[in-house]
């Protein structure tokens, strides 16, 4: 019989005293705040992680792919290719979105920096430069060269309420499931509705609200 997989912030987080758990989410959901003024190092940095995988989550599912899990880590731990979370996509949608995908995550990221306004050239520039040295060798690659996947930022900047609502979860929980992302782009209950109400959302004929 195979044995389940433990993933890395399972395992971190089984190793928690019952305190240790209270600090990490008071310090997390400090980061999930937008634009707040006097965060610490520890809360930037997870701001930094929840944002960057919320905006890899919302657009995945905004373009049509279905997720699995998407997670951050603690501070201190990475995975071995130095990412610091991860998004596992069941699905992709037909004609793949890979790069569209690994372009948001950055950008979110550089959006958060920027408190949730238009990020600068600058910070776009410092996020993906660090983004570039991590990650498995397609996505490096793409946020290296910072070209491929960018026409996705105005779908993440309409699709921001969501963004914050995932990372929110994100940095509180320390992981999100399709059905979190689902419920922050405000699709209905009916699954069979999400391709048109999806559609919308990328034509922008249907707003994303807090």
Known sequence: MKTAEVSPLDLWWSQLSPESRAAFAAATEAAARVGADG?????REYGNRAFHEAGHCVAAVALGARID???????????????TGRVVVAAMPLGGADAEIAYAGPWAQAKFRAGGGWPSPQIVASVMAASAGAGRGSDRHRCRLGSEGRDVVGLIDRCWPAVVAVARKLARDGEVQHKHVVAALGLSADESRHPFELAAIRAGMRAVRA
């Open 69 to 83: 899990r998407g997670y951050i880590l603690h501070r201190g731990l990475e995975e071995d290719d130095g990412t």
């Open 39 to 43: 965060l610490t190092d520890d809360e």
